[in-house]
Every structure is written in structure tokens, then in C-alpha cells.
């Protein structure tokens, strides 16, 4: 696991919803097939409406239409981050486009098991809404060991809740590689 | 120590005696299930773990269901189901109901029970997030993806957290009028689209066991909408006849200690509840059915895993029988099976799929079709900013198609009456029973 990710900030707001994040008629890629998983990147948060796509102003596109990828590496949330379906397709599609840490008041339950038994990126609660004191587009480093969201666009610094749980799991990669440590779990 | 049905199903699955909420513990699966949508991803996940040439752990223990993208020209959906019949092939699998052969069921939820893969005191397991409809059946069910359920198909298990449990009572019979969705669509009003998250929700009450297998399962299906991690009902002579009519598989029913501690219990008085709807765009936005009359619709839908059993047909029915729809109107049943039943109930000697007709609806084969919108070709999806009233689960952005369509959730007595009116309207003004 990284020590420090820097990054763009992307900011949404509560109960974004997996339909949002990536919707249905991309659920025909099959993300067991590279190609395919970095093309779910390419429609990433697609169905988010477009006055809530990029806080405090909205209309923003989380993917570059010349690129095909985000140039944001840290997403900052609201209450209920993935709530809806169990398709892994939306960390996924979020993790293929270039986030890398997930910062939000508290998670959807299966996206939640889904983004660290997957291992596809780091997911912080915060201990307070951060979202209002946050934009689109601000410069930031997420320190993993200090547990703190920093923003460097203006120097504002947000404690994040230690991963507790979850973190053995994150620094081995994913639960395969979780078990394969702790082999004896599983007798 | 006294625990709850949730408890005490994965403690006796993880060889413990006891368990509290909050405990991380290795559950063993009775059952796994995957689908056109996330069985590929689970496929690859277990191959590239496990080995090429791998094998599951339980081949009796895996159901593939093909449901989702199965009426659709789309080569990319075809490919997907092409990946299941290769697996099924490779790893000679017994339960898999694939699509243009006389298995082809449908939708995953109702499949299941229909095929007598839902037993009390089990775990299943699935890598869809309605999984937890078979709660309705007194077991442990919740939905996982595709890494969960790869390392369930190499190993048999999977780490889970015990949650506390919400208890919601529903005392007295249900009025004429309502359904189950009402119930849940209260529910989640009540407690809002995170109300339930890491918990599980039992529901109880004369007015749930009141209910048939099929209502009940709706209950069940949406808890995931409050967060929920699954339902439960416990399981009485309802229950057991179903069950037993499907499977030999012994099995053990599991009930709540005495004594057990809930998080929670929240007691409904069935006859103070009314036709409920949840507006655009999210499950918990709550509104009584007779307050929205103004919003005028351009579609309606009746389908799903939650609002697509016979029983939903039934009701829509009884308010379309001698009536035409003003809007246009899909009637997509979830199973095979349903959609045989349309042609075999009858409503005073005419079968539900002949009032449906000379309603003016459209009926479609069995599938998820508009439910999650789907493919472009998918029947029924919503394609622009059109406003629809549907008996489906969810109405976030872009659910059913465009993120500029407006989706109002309710039951089937409320859409079928609404089809008929061409704007929102409380079912008791077809029914007769206007409070
Ligand atoms: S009918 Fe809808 S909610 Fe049910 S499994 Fe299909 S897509 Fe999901």
C-alpha cells in the first residue's frame, strides 16, 4: 500500500447509487477481460445528473472525452457511497478510470466488501461531512499512515477513521491473497 | 446467550455455538448464484485464483441463472451467456437454466425458490444485491460480487460480519387494498435509503404471515434499498408447503431465541397504512398515492423480481379487467413460470393475459428487460425524459434507461390504476374501497 496519494479531488454529493456510477448498458463488459475493464473506466459516473457531476458547481465530467480518463485520482462523497446493486463493476469502472482513495461520511454496504475484498482502491469514512469545505478540481494527498486528507490547493486538513478491520486485507491486496496469509482461517 | 434467526443461521454455518453482532466469522454456503451480468466477472476471478483448471467446490451447490440482457440483439450480451455455458460445460454443472432451451426461467429471485433452491436455516449466497428476496424463506441471503463470489466457488466459504438485527411488526390483516410493496415502501420511507446498512431486517406480525410466499418475498427483495444486509421471515406452514413442494433437500428451520436482543422494533398498524409511492430519484422519497395525483405519466411498468410474480399480476388485473390503459403499459412477468400462469388465472372465467390485451398492454417474455434499463433494444426501457410509474425496486438516475426519466416505484394495484388514469392514482378508486 501507498504511503501518500496525490491527486485531483473529485467531489459528489450523498447516495450516489451504483446505477450512477456505472450504468446497466455497460454491464455487457465483461471485466475479466483487460480491454474491457478499462473500457468500463471510459464510463465511469456517467449517470450521475449533471448538476451533481463535479461539487460545489456541478457539470463537470469526471472522464476527459479527449482522453477517455479522469484526471482525478481522489473521490470525496457523501452519506451511502455505492448504495444499490452488487455489480464489483463499479469500483471497477472507478479504479480503471484512476481513483485510487475514496473519501466519504460512510459506505453502501456490498460496494463497501466489494472495493477491499476486491482490493481496487482505499474507501475512508470521514468522522464529519467534508464535502461542502471541498471543490472539484483542488489539488490533494491522502496520507495513509497519518489518516488525513490534506488539500493543497488550500492547505484545509481533514482527519479520515483509521481503516480498523479492513486494512490487514488492503495491505495483503485483495482476500485471495488475505486467505492465502491466513491459510488457517479457512479450516 | 439468546440469539436472532440471523445469528444463530451463521453461527451453526460456521460451526459455533454462538455469535454476537459485530463478529467476524467463516460462513460455509449452501447455496452460490450468478447471472449473465456478473457471472463472467466471477468466472475470471475464480480462474485466475484458483487455476485454468480448477474446479468448484460444490457442483450441487451452484445455480446459473442467464436473466438479465437476454431479449436484446446486443452481441456483447450474448458473448456473456456464451461464458456461462462454457463454464457450465467445463465444470458440469447440474443447475443452469439456460436461455432458449425448456429450463430457460428468468429472473434470478423468483427462479430460485421456484426451483427449490431456497431452504430455511441455509446461506446462499448471490452476485446480485436482490439476493436477499429469499430472506422470505427464513434463511441467510445476501448479495456479493465478483471477488466474494470467485473465492466462494474455489473455497466454499466466505468471511462475514454478524449483523444486528431490525425487528418491523405489521399487526393486523392486510386491507384489501394494499400490498407488500406498500409495507416496504413505508418502511424505507420511515428509515431512509440508509436506514439498515450492515443490519438485518425480520419482518413479523399477523399482518406479514397474513401474506402468501410471494408477497412476502417482496418484503424481502427490498431491504437492500434501505442498505439492509438481509430479510428474514421466519418460516411457518406457508413457508414449509412451498418449500417441500420443490426440494428433497433436508433442511433445518431456524427461529429467534427468546430472549434474542434486536436493534430495534418498529410496530405498524396495517389498517393506518395507505397506497404508498416513492418518487423520483431515490427509494426513501415517500408519498401516500392519493397526494401525487397531478403527475401525469407517459408508461407504466409491471415487472421484476419484486413486482413480477403472479401474485402482482393477479392484482394488476383485478383493476384492468373491463378497462383500457391511457398509457403505454408493459406487463413483464420475471419467470417462465409466471408467464405461463398469466395464460392459466382467470379473473371471472377470462385469463389474466386476455385482460391484459384487451386492456391494451404490452406483454413481454421473462426477463429483467426495463427493470435496470439494459441494452438500447431492451422492451420497455426508458429511452427519454418520459415520467413512469412501476412496480420495480429502484428508481435512482438512469435506472430504467435515461438519467433524464422520472421513475415512481408503488405497488401493481397503484400502477394498473395509474395505467388507467394516465396520472398517479390511489388503487381504492378502482377497488371499491375508498376509506
Ligand atoms: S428484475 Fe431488476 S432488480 Fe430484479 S434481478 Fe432483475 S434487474 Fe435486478
Redesign the pocket.
Known sequence: MKEIVRGRIYVLGDDIDTDQIIPAQHLVLNPAIAEEKQKLGTFALSSVPSEKAGLPRGHVPFIDPQTGRSPYSILAAGKNFGCG?SREHAPIALAAAGIEVVVAEFYARIFFRNVVNGGWMIPYETPAPLVDRIETGQEGEVDLKANELRVLTTGNRFPLKPLGDILPILEAGNLFAYAKEHADLLK | MAMTMTEKILARKSGKSKLAPGDNTWVSVDVLMTHDVCGPGTIGVFHENFGAQAKVWDRSKVVIIP??YIFTEDKMAHRNVDVLRQFVREQDLPYFYDVGTDRYKG???IALPEEGHTRPGEVLLGT?S?TCTAGAFGEFATGIGNTDAGFVLGTGKLWLKVPETMRFIFEGEMPSYLMAKDLILKVIGDIGVDGAIYRAMEFAGDGVYSLGIEERMTLCNMVIEAGGKNGVIAPDEVTLEYVRARTDRPFEVVTNDPGACFHSTQVYKTKELEPGVAKPHSPDHYALAREIGDVVLDRAYI????G?KTVDFQAAARVLDGSKVKVDTFIVP?TSQVARSLKTETIAGKSLETIFMEAGCHVGPPS?AA??GGPADTLGRLNKSEVCIST???NFPGRMGSKTAQVYLASPYTVAASAVTGRITDPREFLGERA
Open positions: 446493486s | 436473466d438479465h429472473v434470478c429471485h446480485d436482490h415487472g421484476s423480481c419484486t413480477g420475471a429483467c427493470c435496470l420495480t425496486n429502484r
